[in-house]
Each structure stands twice: as C-alpha cells, then as structure tokens.
Nanobody
C-alpha cells in the first residue's frame, strides 16, 4: 500500500500559476506510475495528468495540455503538478494517485491522497 499526502493548493487569480506537491511512502516509488485527478463540485472525478515510474513518459487530459506539467523526483519520492494559465474551470479538489504498475493506465490508479483544494477566481 502507498500513502500519499498532497500540498500546495490555494486561491489564485485566473491566469496565475500554482504548484501542487505529493509525497509518497510505503512502496518503491519508481516502481509505479503517478497521477493527478480532480473533482469539481457536482462533477465526477476526472483524470488530469500522469507520469510513468521512470518519468520518461507523460499523459495529459486535453483540457490541461500545454498549461499543466507533471514531473516526479524519484530521489525524493515526490510528484508535482505545475499549473499555469489557470482558469476558473480548473477549480476543484486535486488528488494525487499511485498506479499499480510503472506504466500508465488512466483507470488503473489504486491509492489516493486526501486531496487539496484549488480555487481559481475570475
């Protein structure tokens, strides 16, 4: 099992930037993919971005492509989501997730953090 703790959420104006962090423990970090998901009020949780265990391949939702960047530091057991050009529609609770394997499967994430709120004001 993997324990995940997110941080870095907050309130930002539209057009601004924010970086989310997720610290992991419990398994060999590089052995599994990592992802970020989000859930807005009244909506289902949706995929945002993911990265393979080695960090060599990334995957993004179309809605964030070109604005968000996922990176991981295997030496620090951490994954980050750098968000820029933020829009009010990016407002949501953002969750960090760990996959079951080193490759990315969007619906294959098994461990979840508690979430961190991101609010983008217009």
């Amino acid at each position: 099992q993997v324990q995940l703790v997110e941080s870095g959420g907050g309130l930002v104006q539209a057009g601004g930037s924010l970086r989310l962090s997720c610290a992991a423990s419990g398994r060999t970090f590089r052995s599994y993919s990592m992802g970020w998901f989000r859930q807005a009020p009244g909506k289902e949780r949706e995929f945002v971005a993911a990265i393979t265990g080695s960090g060599g391949f990334t995957d993004y939702a179309d809605s964030v492509k070109g604005r968000f960047t996922i990176i991981r530091d295997n030496a620090e057991n951490s994954v980050y989501l750098q968000m820029s050009s933020l829009k009010p529609e990016d407002t949501a609770v953002y969750y960090c997730a760990a996959g079951r394997a080193s490759f990315i499967v969007r619906n294959g994430f098994a461990s979840w953090g508690q979430g961190t709120q991101v609010t983008v004001s217009s």
